[in-house]
């Protein structure tokens, strides 16, 4: 395969790219609050609270429980009284039992004043956690006459056997964006015609959700390509010419490796040490801030869960201090956490989640921006800390 066939498709492509950065100028797609926010991703901040205000009849939409009986309508819950509902967000209902069977935080839960429920754990990007849904299901059964456990993804995946253990199909259900959420959401559009406010404000939100689903207009241009590739035999065999010869993976190494060096750079100015864990095509990677001067081995994690996916960072320092460093740690870092687990103090979710799909991560590598992202992120930490015995 020649050199100027692969650049004429890579260049084909491209036009694509451009015609549908165009329609997304005219059709304002592109302009979403949630994605200018950074909160495209963040299940407790953007997912959790949003679906949560609608669902309930106290919330600032002022529908009362319209949105929530067209809920429990598309759902089939039968008893459920949706006038005097009450709804919570990240309800904590214990700690975790030493034989994890009980405890955690519940995303969402909606009771009635009649001891009804209905349980929704949020997944977008994360893990299960070990007895997750069990747990909630015990506290269900042990706390309500009756209750519905959802277990909503994006595509209406199932929950991994760590989550359920031995869980029945009638014990849970599972549910998608794609398809429940977004059918619901329009429904609730219906319903807000005369609120343009509201209207828009969840059309705004079913943007979001349809791109994070694969459903939005990049989607269709996908398709497109896809057309216009197996239309051509030189796009044929330029495909596969870059898949052979793995270009996005190289491309992909080859940033990766400039983006160390930019971090060491900027170790440097802290005066840190760095190092680069694993070599980004396996799981997990992380980049590390270490403090020099630290007795209790304080460091500054930024990491991959899976290969160029579920980016975040953590504060952390060597287990035996752990304990009686997290309170004040997670006190100086204040509403940035998104939570506590037992491998680290402190766990945050980062703006850029899915290296994968999107060329924007890597773009910001090369103009330098992504390093300024990750300097503003080391020194609200770093300064946070000060005068903290680490």
């Excluded at 495209?40 to 002022?62: D, I, M, Q, W, Y």
């Excluded at 259900?173 to 404000?201: A, F, G, M, V």
């Excluded at 269709?220 to 065999?237: F, L, P, Q, W």
């Excluded at 504060?315 to 939570?339: A, H, M, Q």
Aim: charge should be negative.
């Amino acid at each position: 395969m020649d050199k100027e066939s692969i650049k004429n498709f890579i260049e084909r492509i491209s036009q694509f790219v451009t015609m549908q950065e165009k329609i997304n100028a005219l059709t304002g797609e592109s302009f979403n609050v949630f994605n200018i926010l950074d909160l495209s991703t963040n299940e407790v901040r953007t997912h959790s609270a949003f679906l949560a205000e609608l669902l309930n009849p106290k919330g600032s939409h002022g529908q009362k429980e319209t949105f929530l009986n067209l809920f429990t309508e598309q759902m089939k819950i039968i008893e459920f009284n949706c006038l005097n509902a009450r709804v919570q967000i990240e309800k904590r209902i214990g700690y975790i039992s030493e034989s994890k069977t009980e405890g955690g935080n519940i995303d969402i839960i909606i009771s009635d004043n009649q001891n009804n429920a209905v349980i929704i754990e949020n997944k977008i990007y994360a893990g299960d956690q070990d007895n997750q849904l069990l747990r909630y299901f015990n506290y269900g059964k042990k706390n309500y006459n009756s209750f519905k456990l959802y277990y909503l993804t994006l595509d209406g995946n199932d929950a991994s056997w760590s989550s359920k253990q031995d869980l029945k199909a009638e014990d849970y259900h599972k549910i998608s964006y794609s398809q429940d959420i977004i059918e619901w959401l329009e429904r609730c559009i219906e319903k807000s015609s005369n609120q343009p406010i509201l209207r828009e404000t969840i059309n705004q939100y079913v943007t979001l959700v349809k791109q994070l689903t694969n459903q939005s207009t990049n989607h269709i241009m996908k398709e497109e390509i896809v057309k216009a590739i197996v239309a051509n035999d030189n796009s044929i065999k330029s495909l596969f010419e870059i898949q052979k010869h793995d270009i996005i993976g190289s491309v992909k190494k080859e940033l990766i490796d400039r983006f160390k060096n930019q971090l060491n750079d900027l170790a440097k100015e802290h005066k840190l040490k760095f190092e680069a864990k694993g070599y980004f095509d396996n799981n997990p990677s992380y980049f590390t801030f270490y403090l020099p001067n630290s007795s209790k081995g304080f460091y500054i994690s930024f990491g991959f869960c899976t290969h160029y996916n579920n980016m975040f960072y953590v504060v952390n320092c060597i287990d035996e201090f752990k304990e009686s460093c997290k309170e004040e740690v997670c006190k100086r870092l204040g509403d940035r956490d998104n939570g506590f687990n037992e491998i680290w103090i402190k766990w945050f979710e980062n703006d850029l989640r899915n290296w994968n799909n999107s060329a924007e991560p890597w773009l910001q590598i090369l103009d330098h921006s992504l390093k300024e992202n990750f300097r503003g992120k080391l020194s609200y930490i770093l300064n946070s800390l000060q005068g903290f015995e680490i």
